[in-house]
């Protein structure tokens, strides 16, 4: 959950369990499985991968939107070029087009 105030709240178990502050200054989020991804409000995309105790892993700047699936990643830079990575959070960027408005991952 993002709260109007930038923070990013989570729960690991059943809805009965407390809630978590994972971090603040967000403006939107993904969650796929265990993984985590959130764009903070001055475009630095981090993402958790393995649970919500996982460490914050710095994947950009610039970053308008993102979206994950699994273990795959496509980011939306600010100049509109769409970026991905297949395999995981700590595999390398590939460029996959330009001139992009939006997109979706499923």
Do not use: C, H, P
């Amino acid at each position: 959950a993002l709260t109007s105030s930038g923070v990013l709240l989570g729960k690991e178990g059943g809805f009965n369990t407390s809630w978590l502050t994972l971090t603040s200054g967000i403006k939107s989020f993904d969650l796929s499985g265990n993984n985590v991804a959130a764009l903070s409000t001055d475009g630095t995309f981090y993402a958790k991968q393995g649970g919500l105790g996982s460490t914050w892993l710095t994947m950009g700047g610039g970053i308008s939107s993102v979206k994950i699936s699994g273990n795959n990643v496509l980011a939306l830079t600010s100049s509109g070029v769409l970026l991905g990575k297949e395999g995981g959070f700590n595999t390398s960027w590939l460029t996959l087009t330009s001139g992009i408005r939006s997109f979706d991952l499923s």
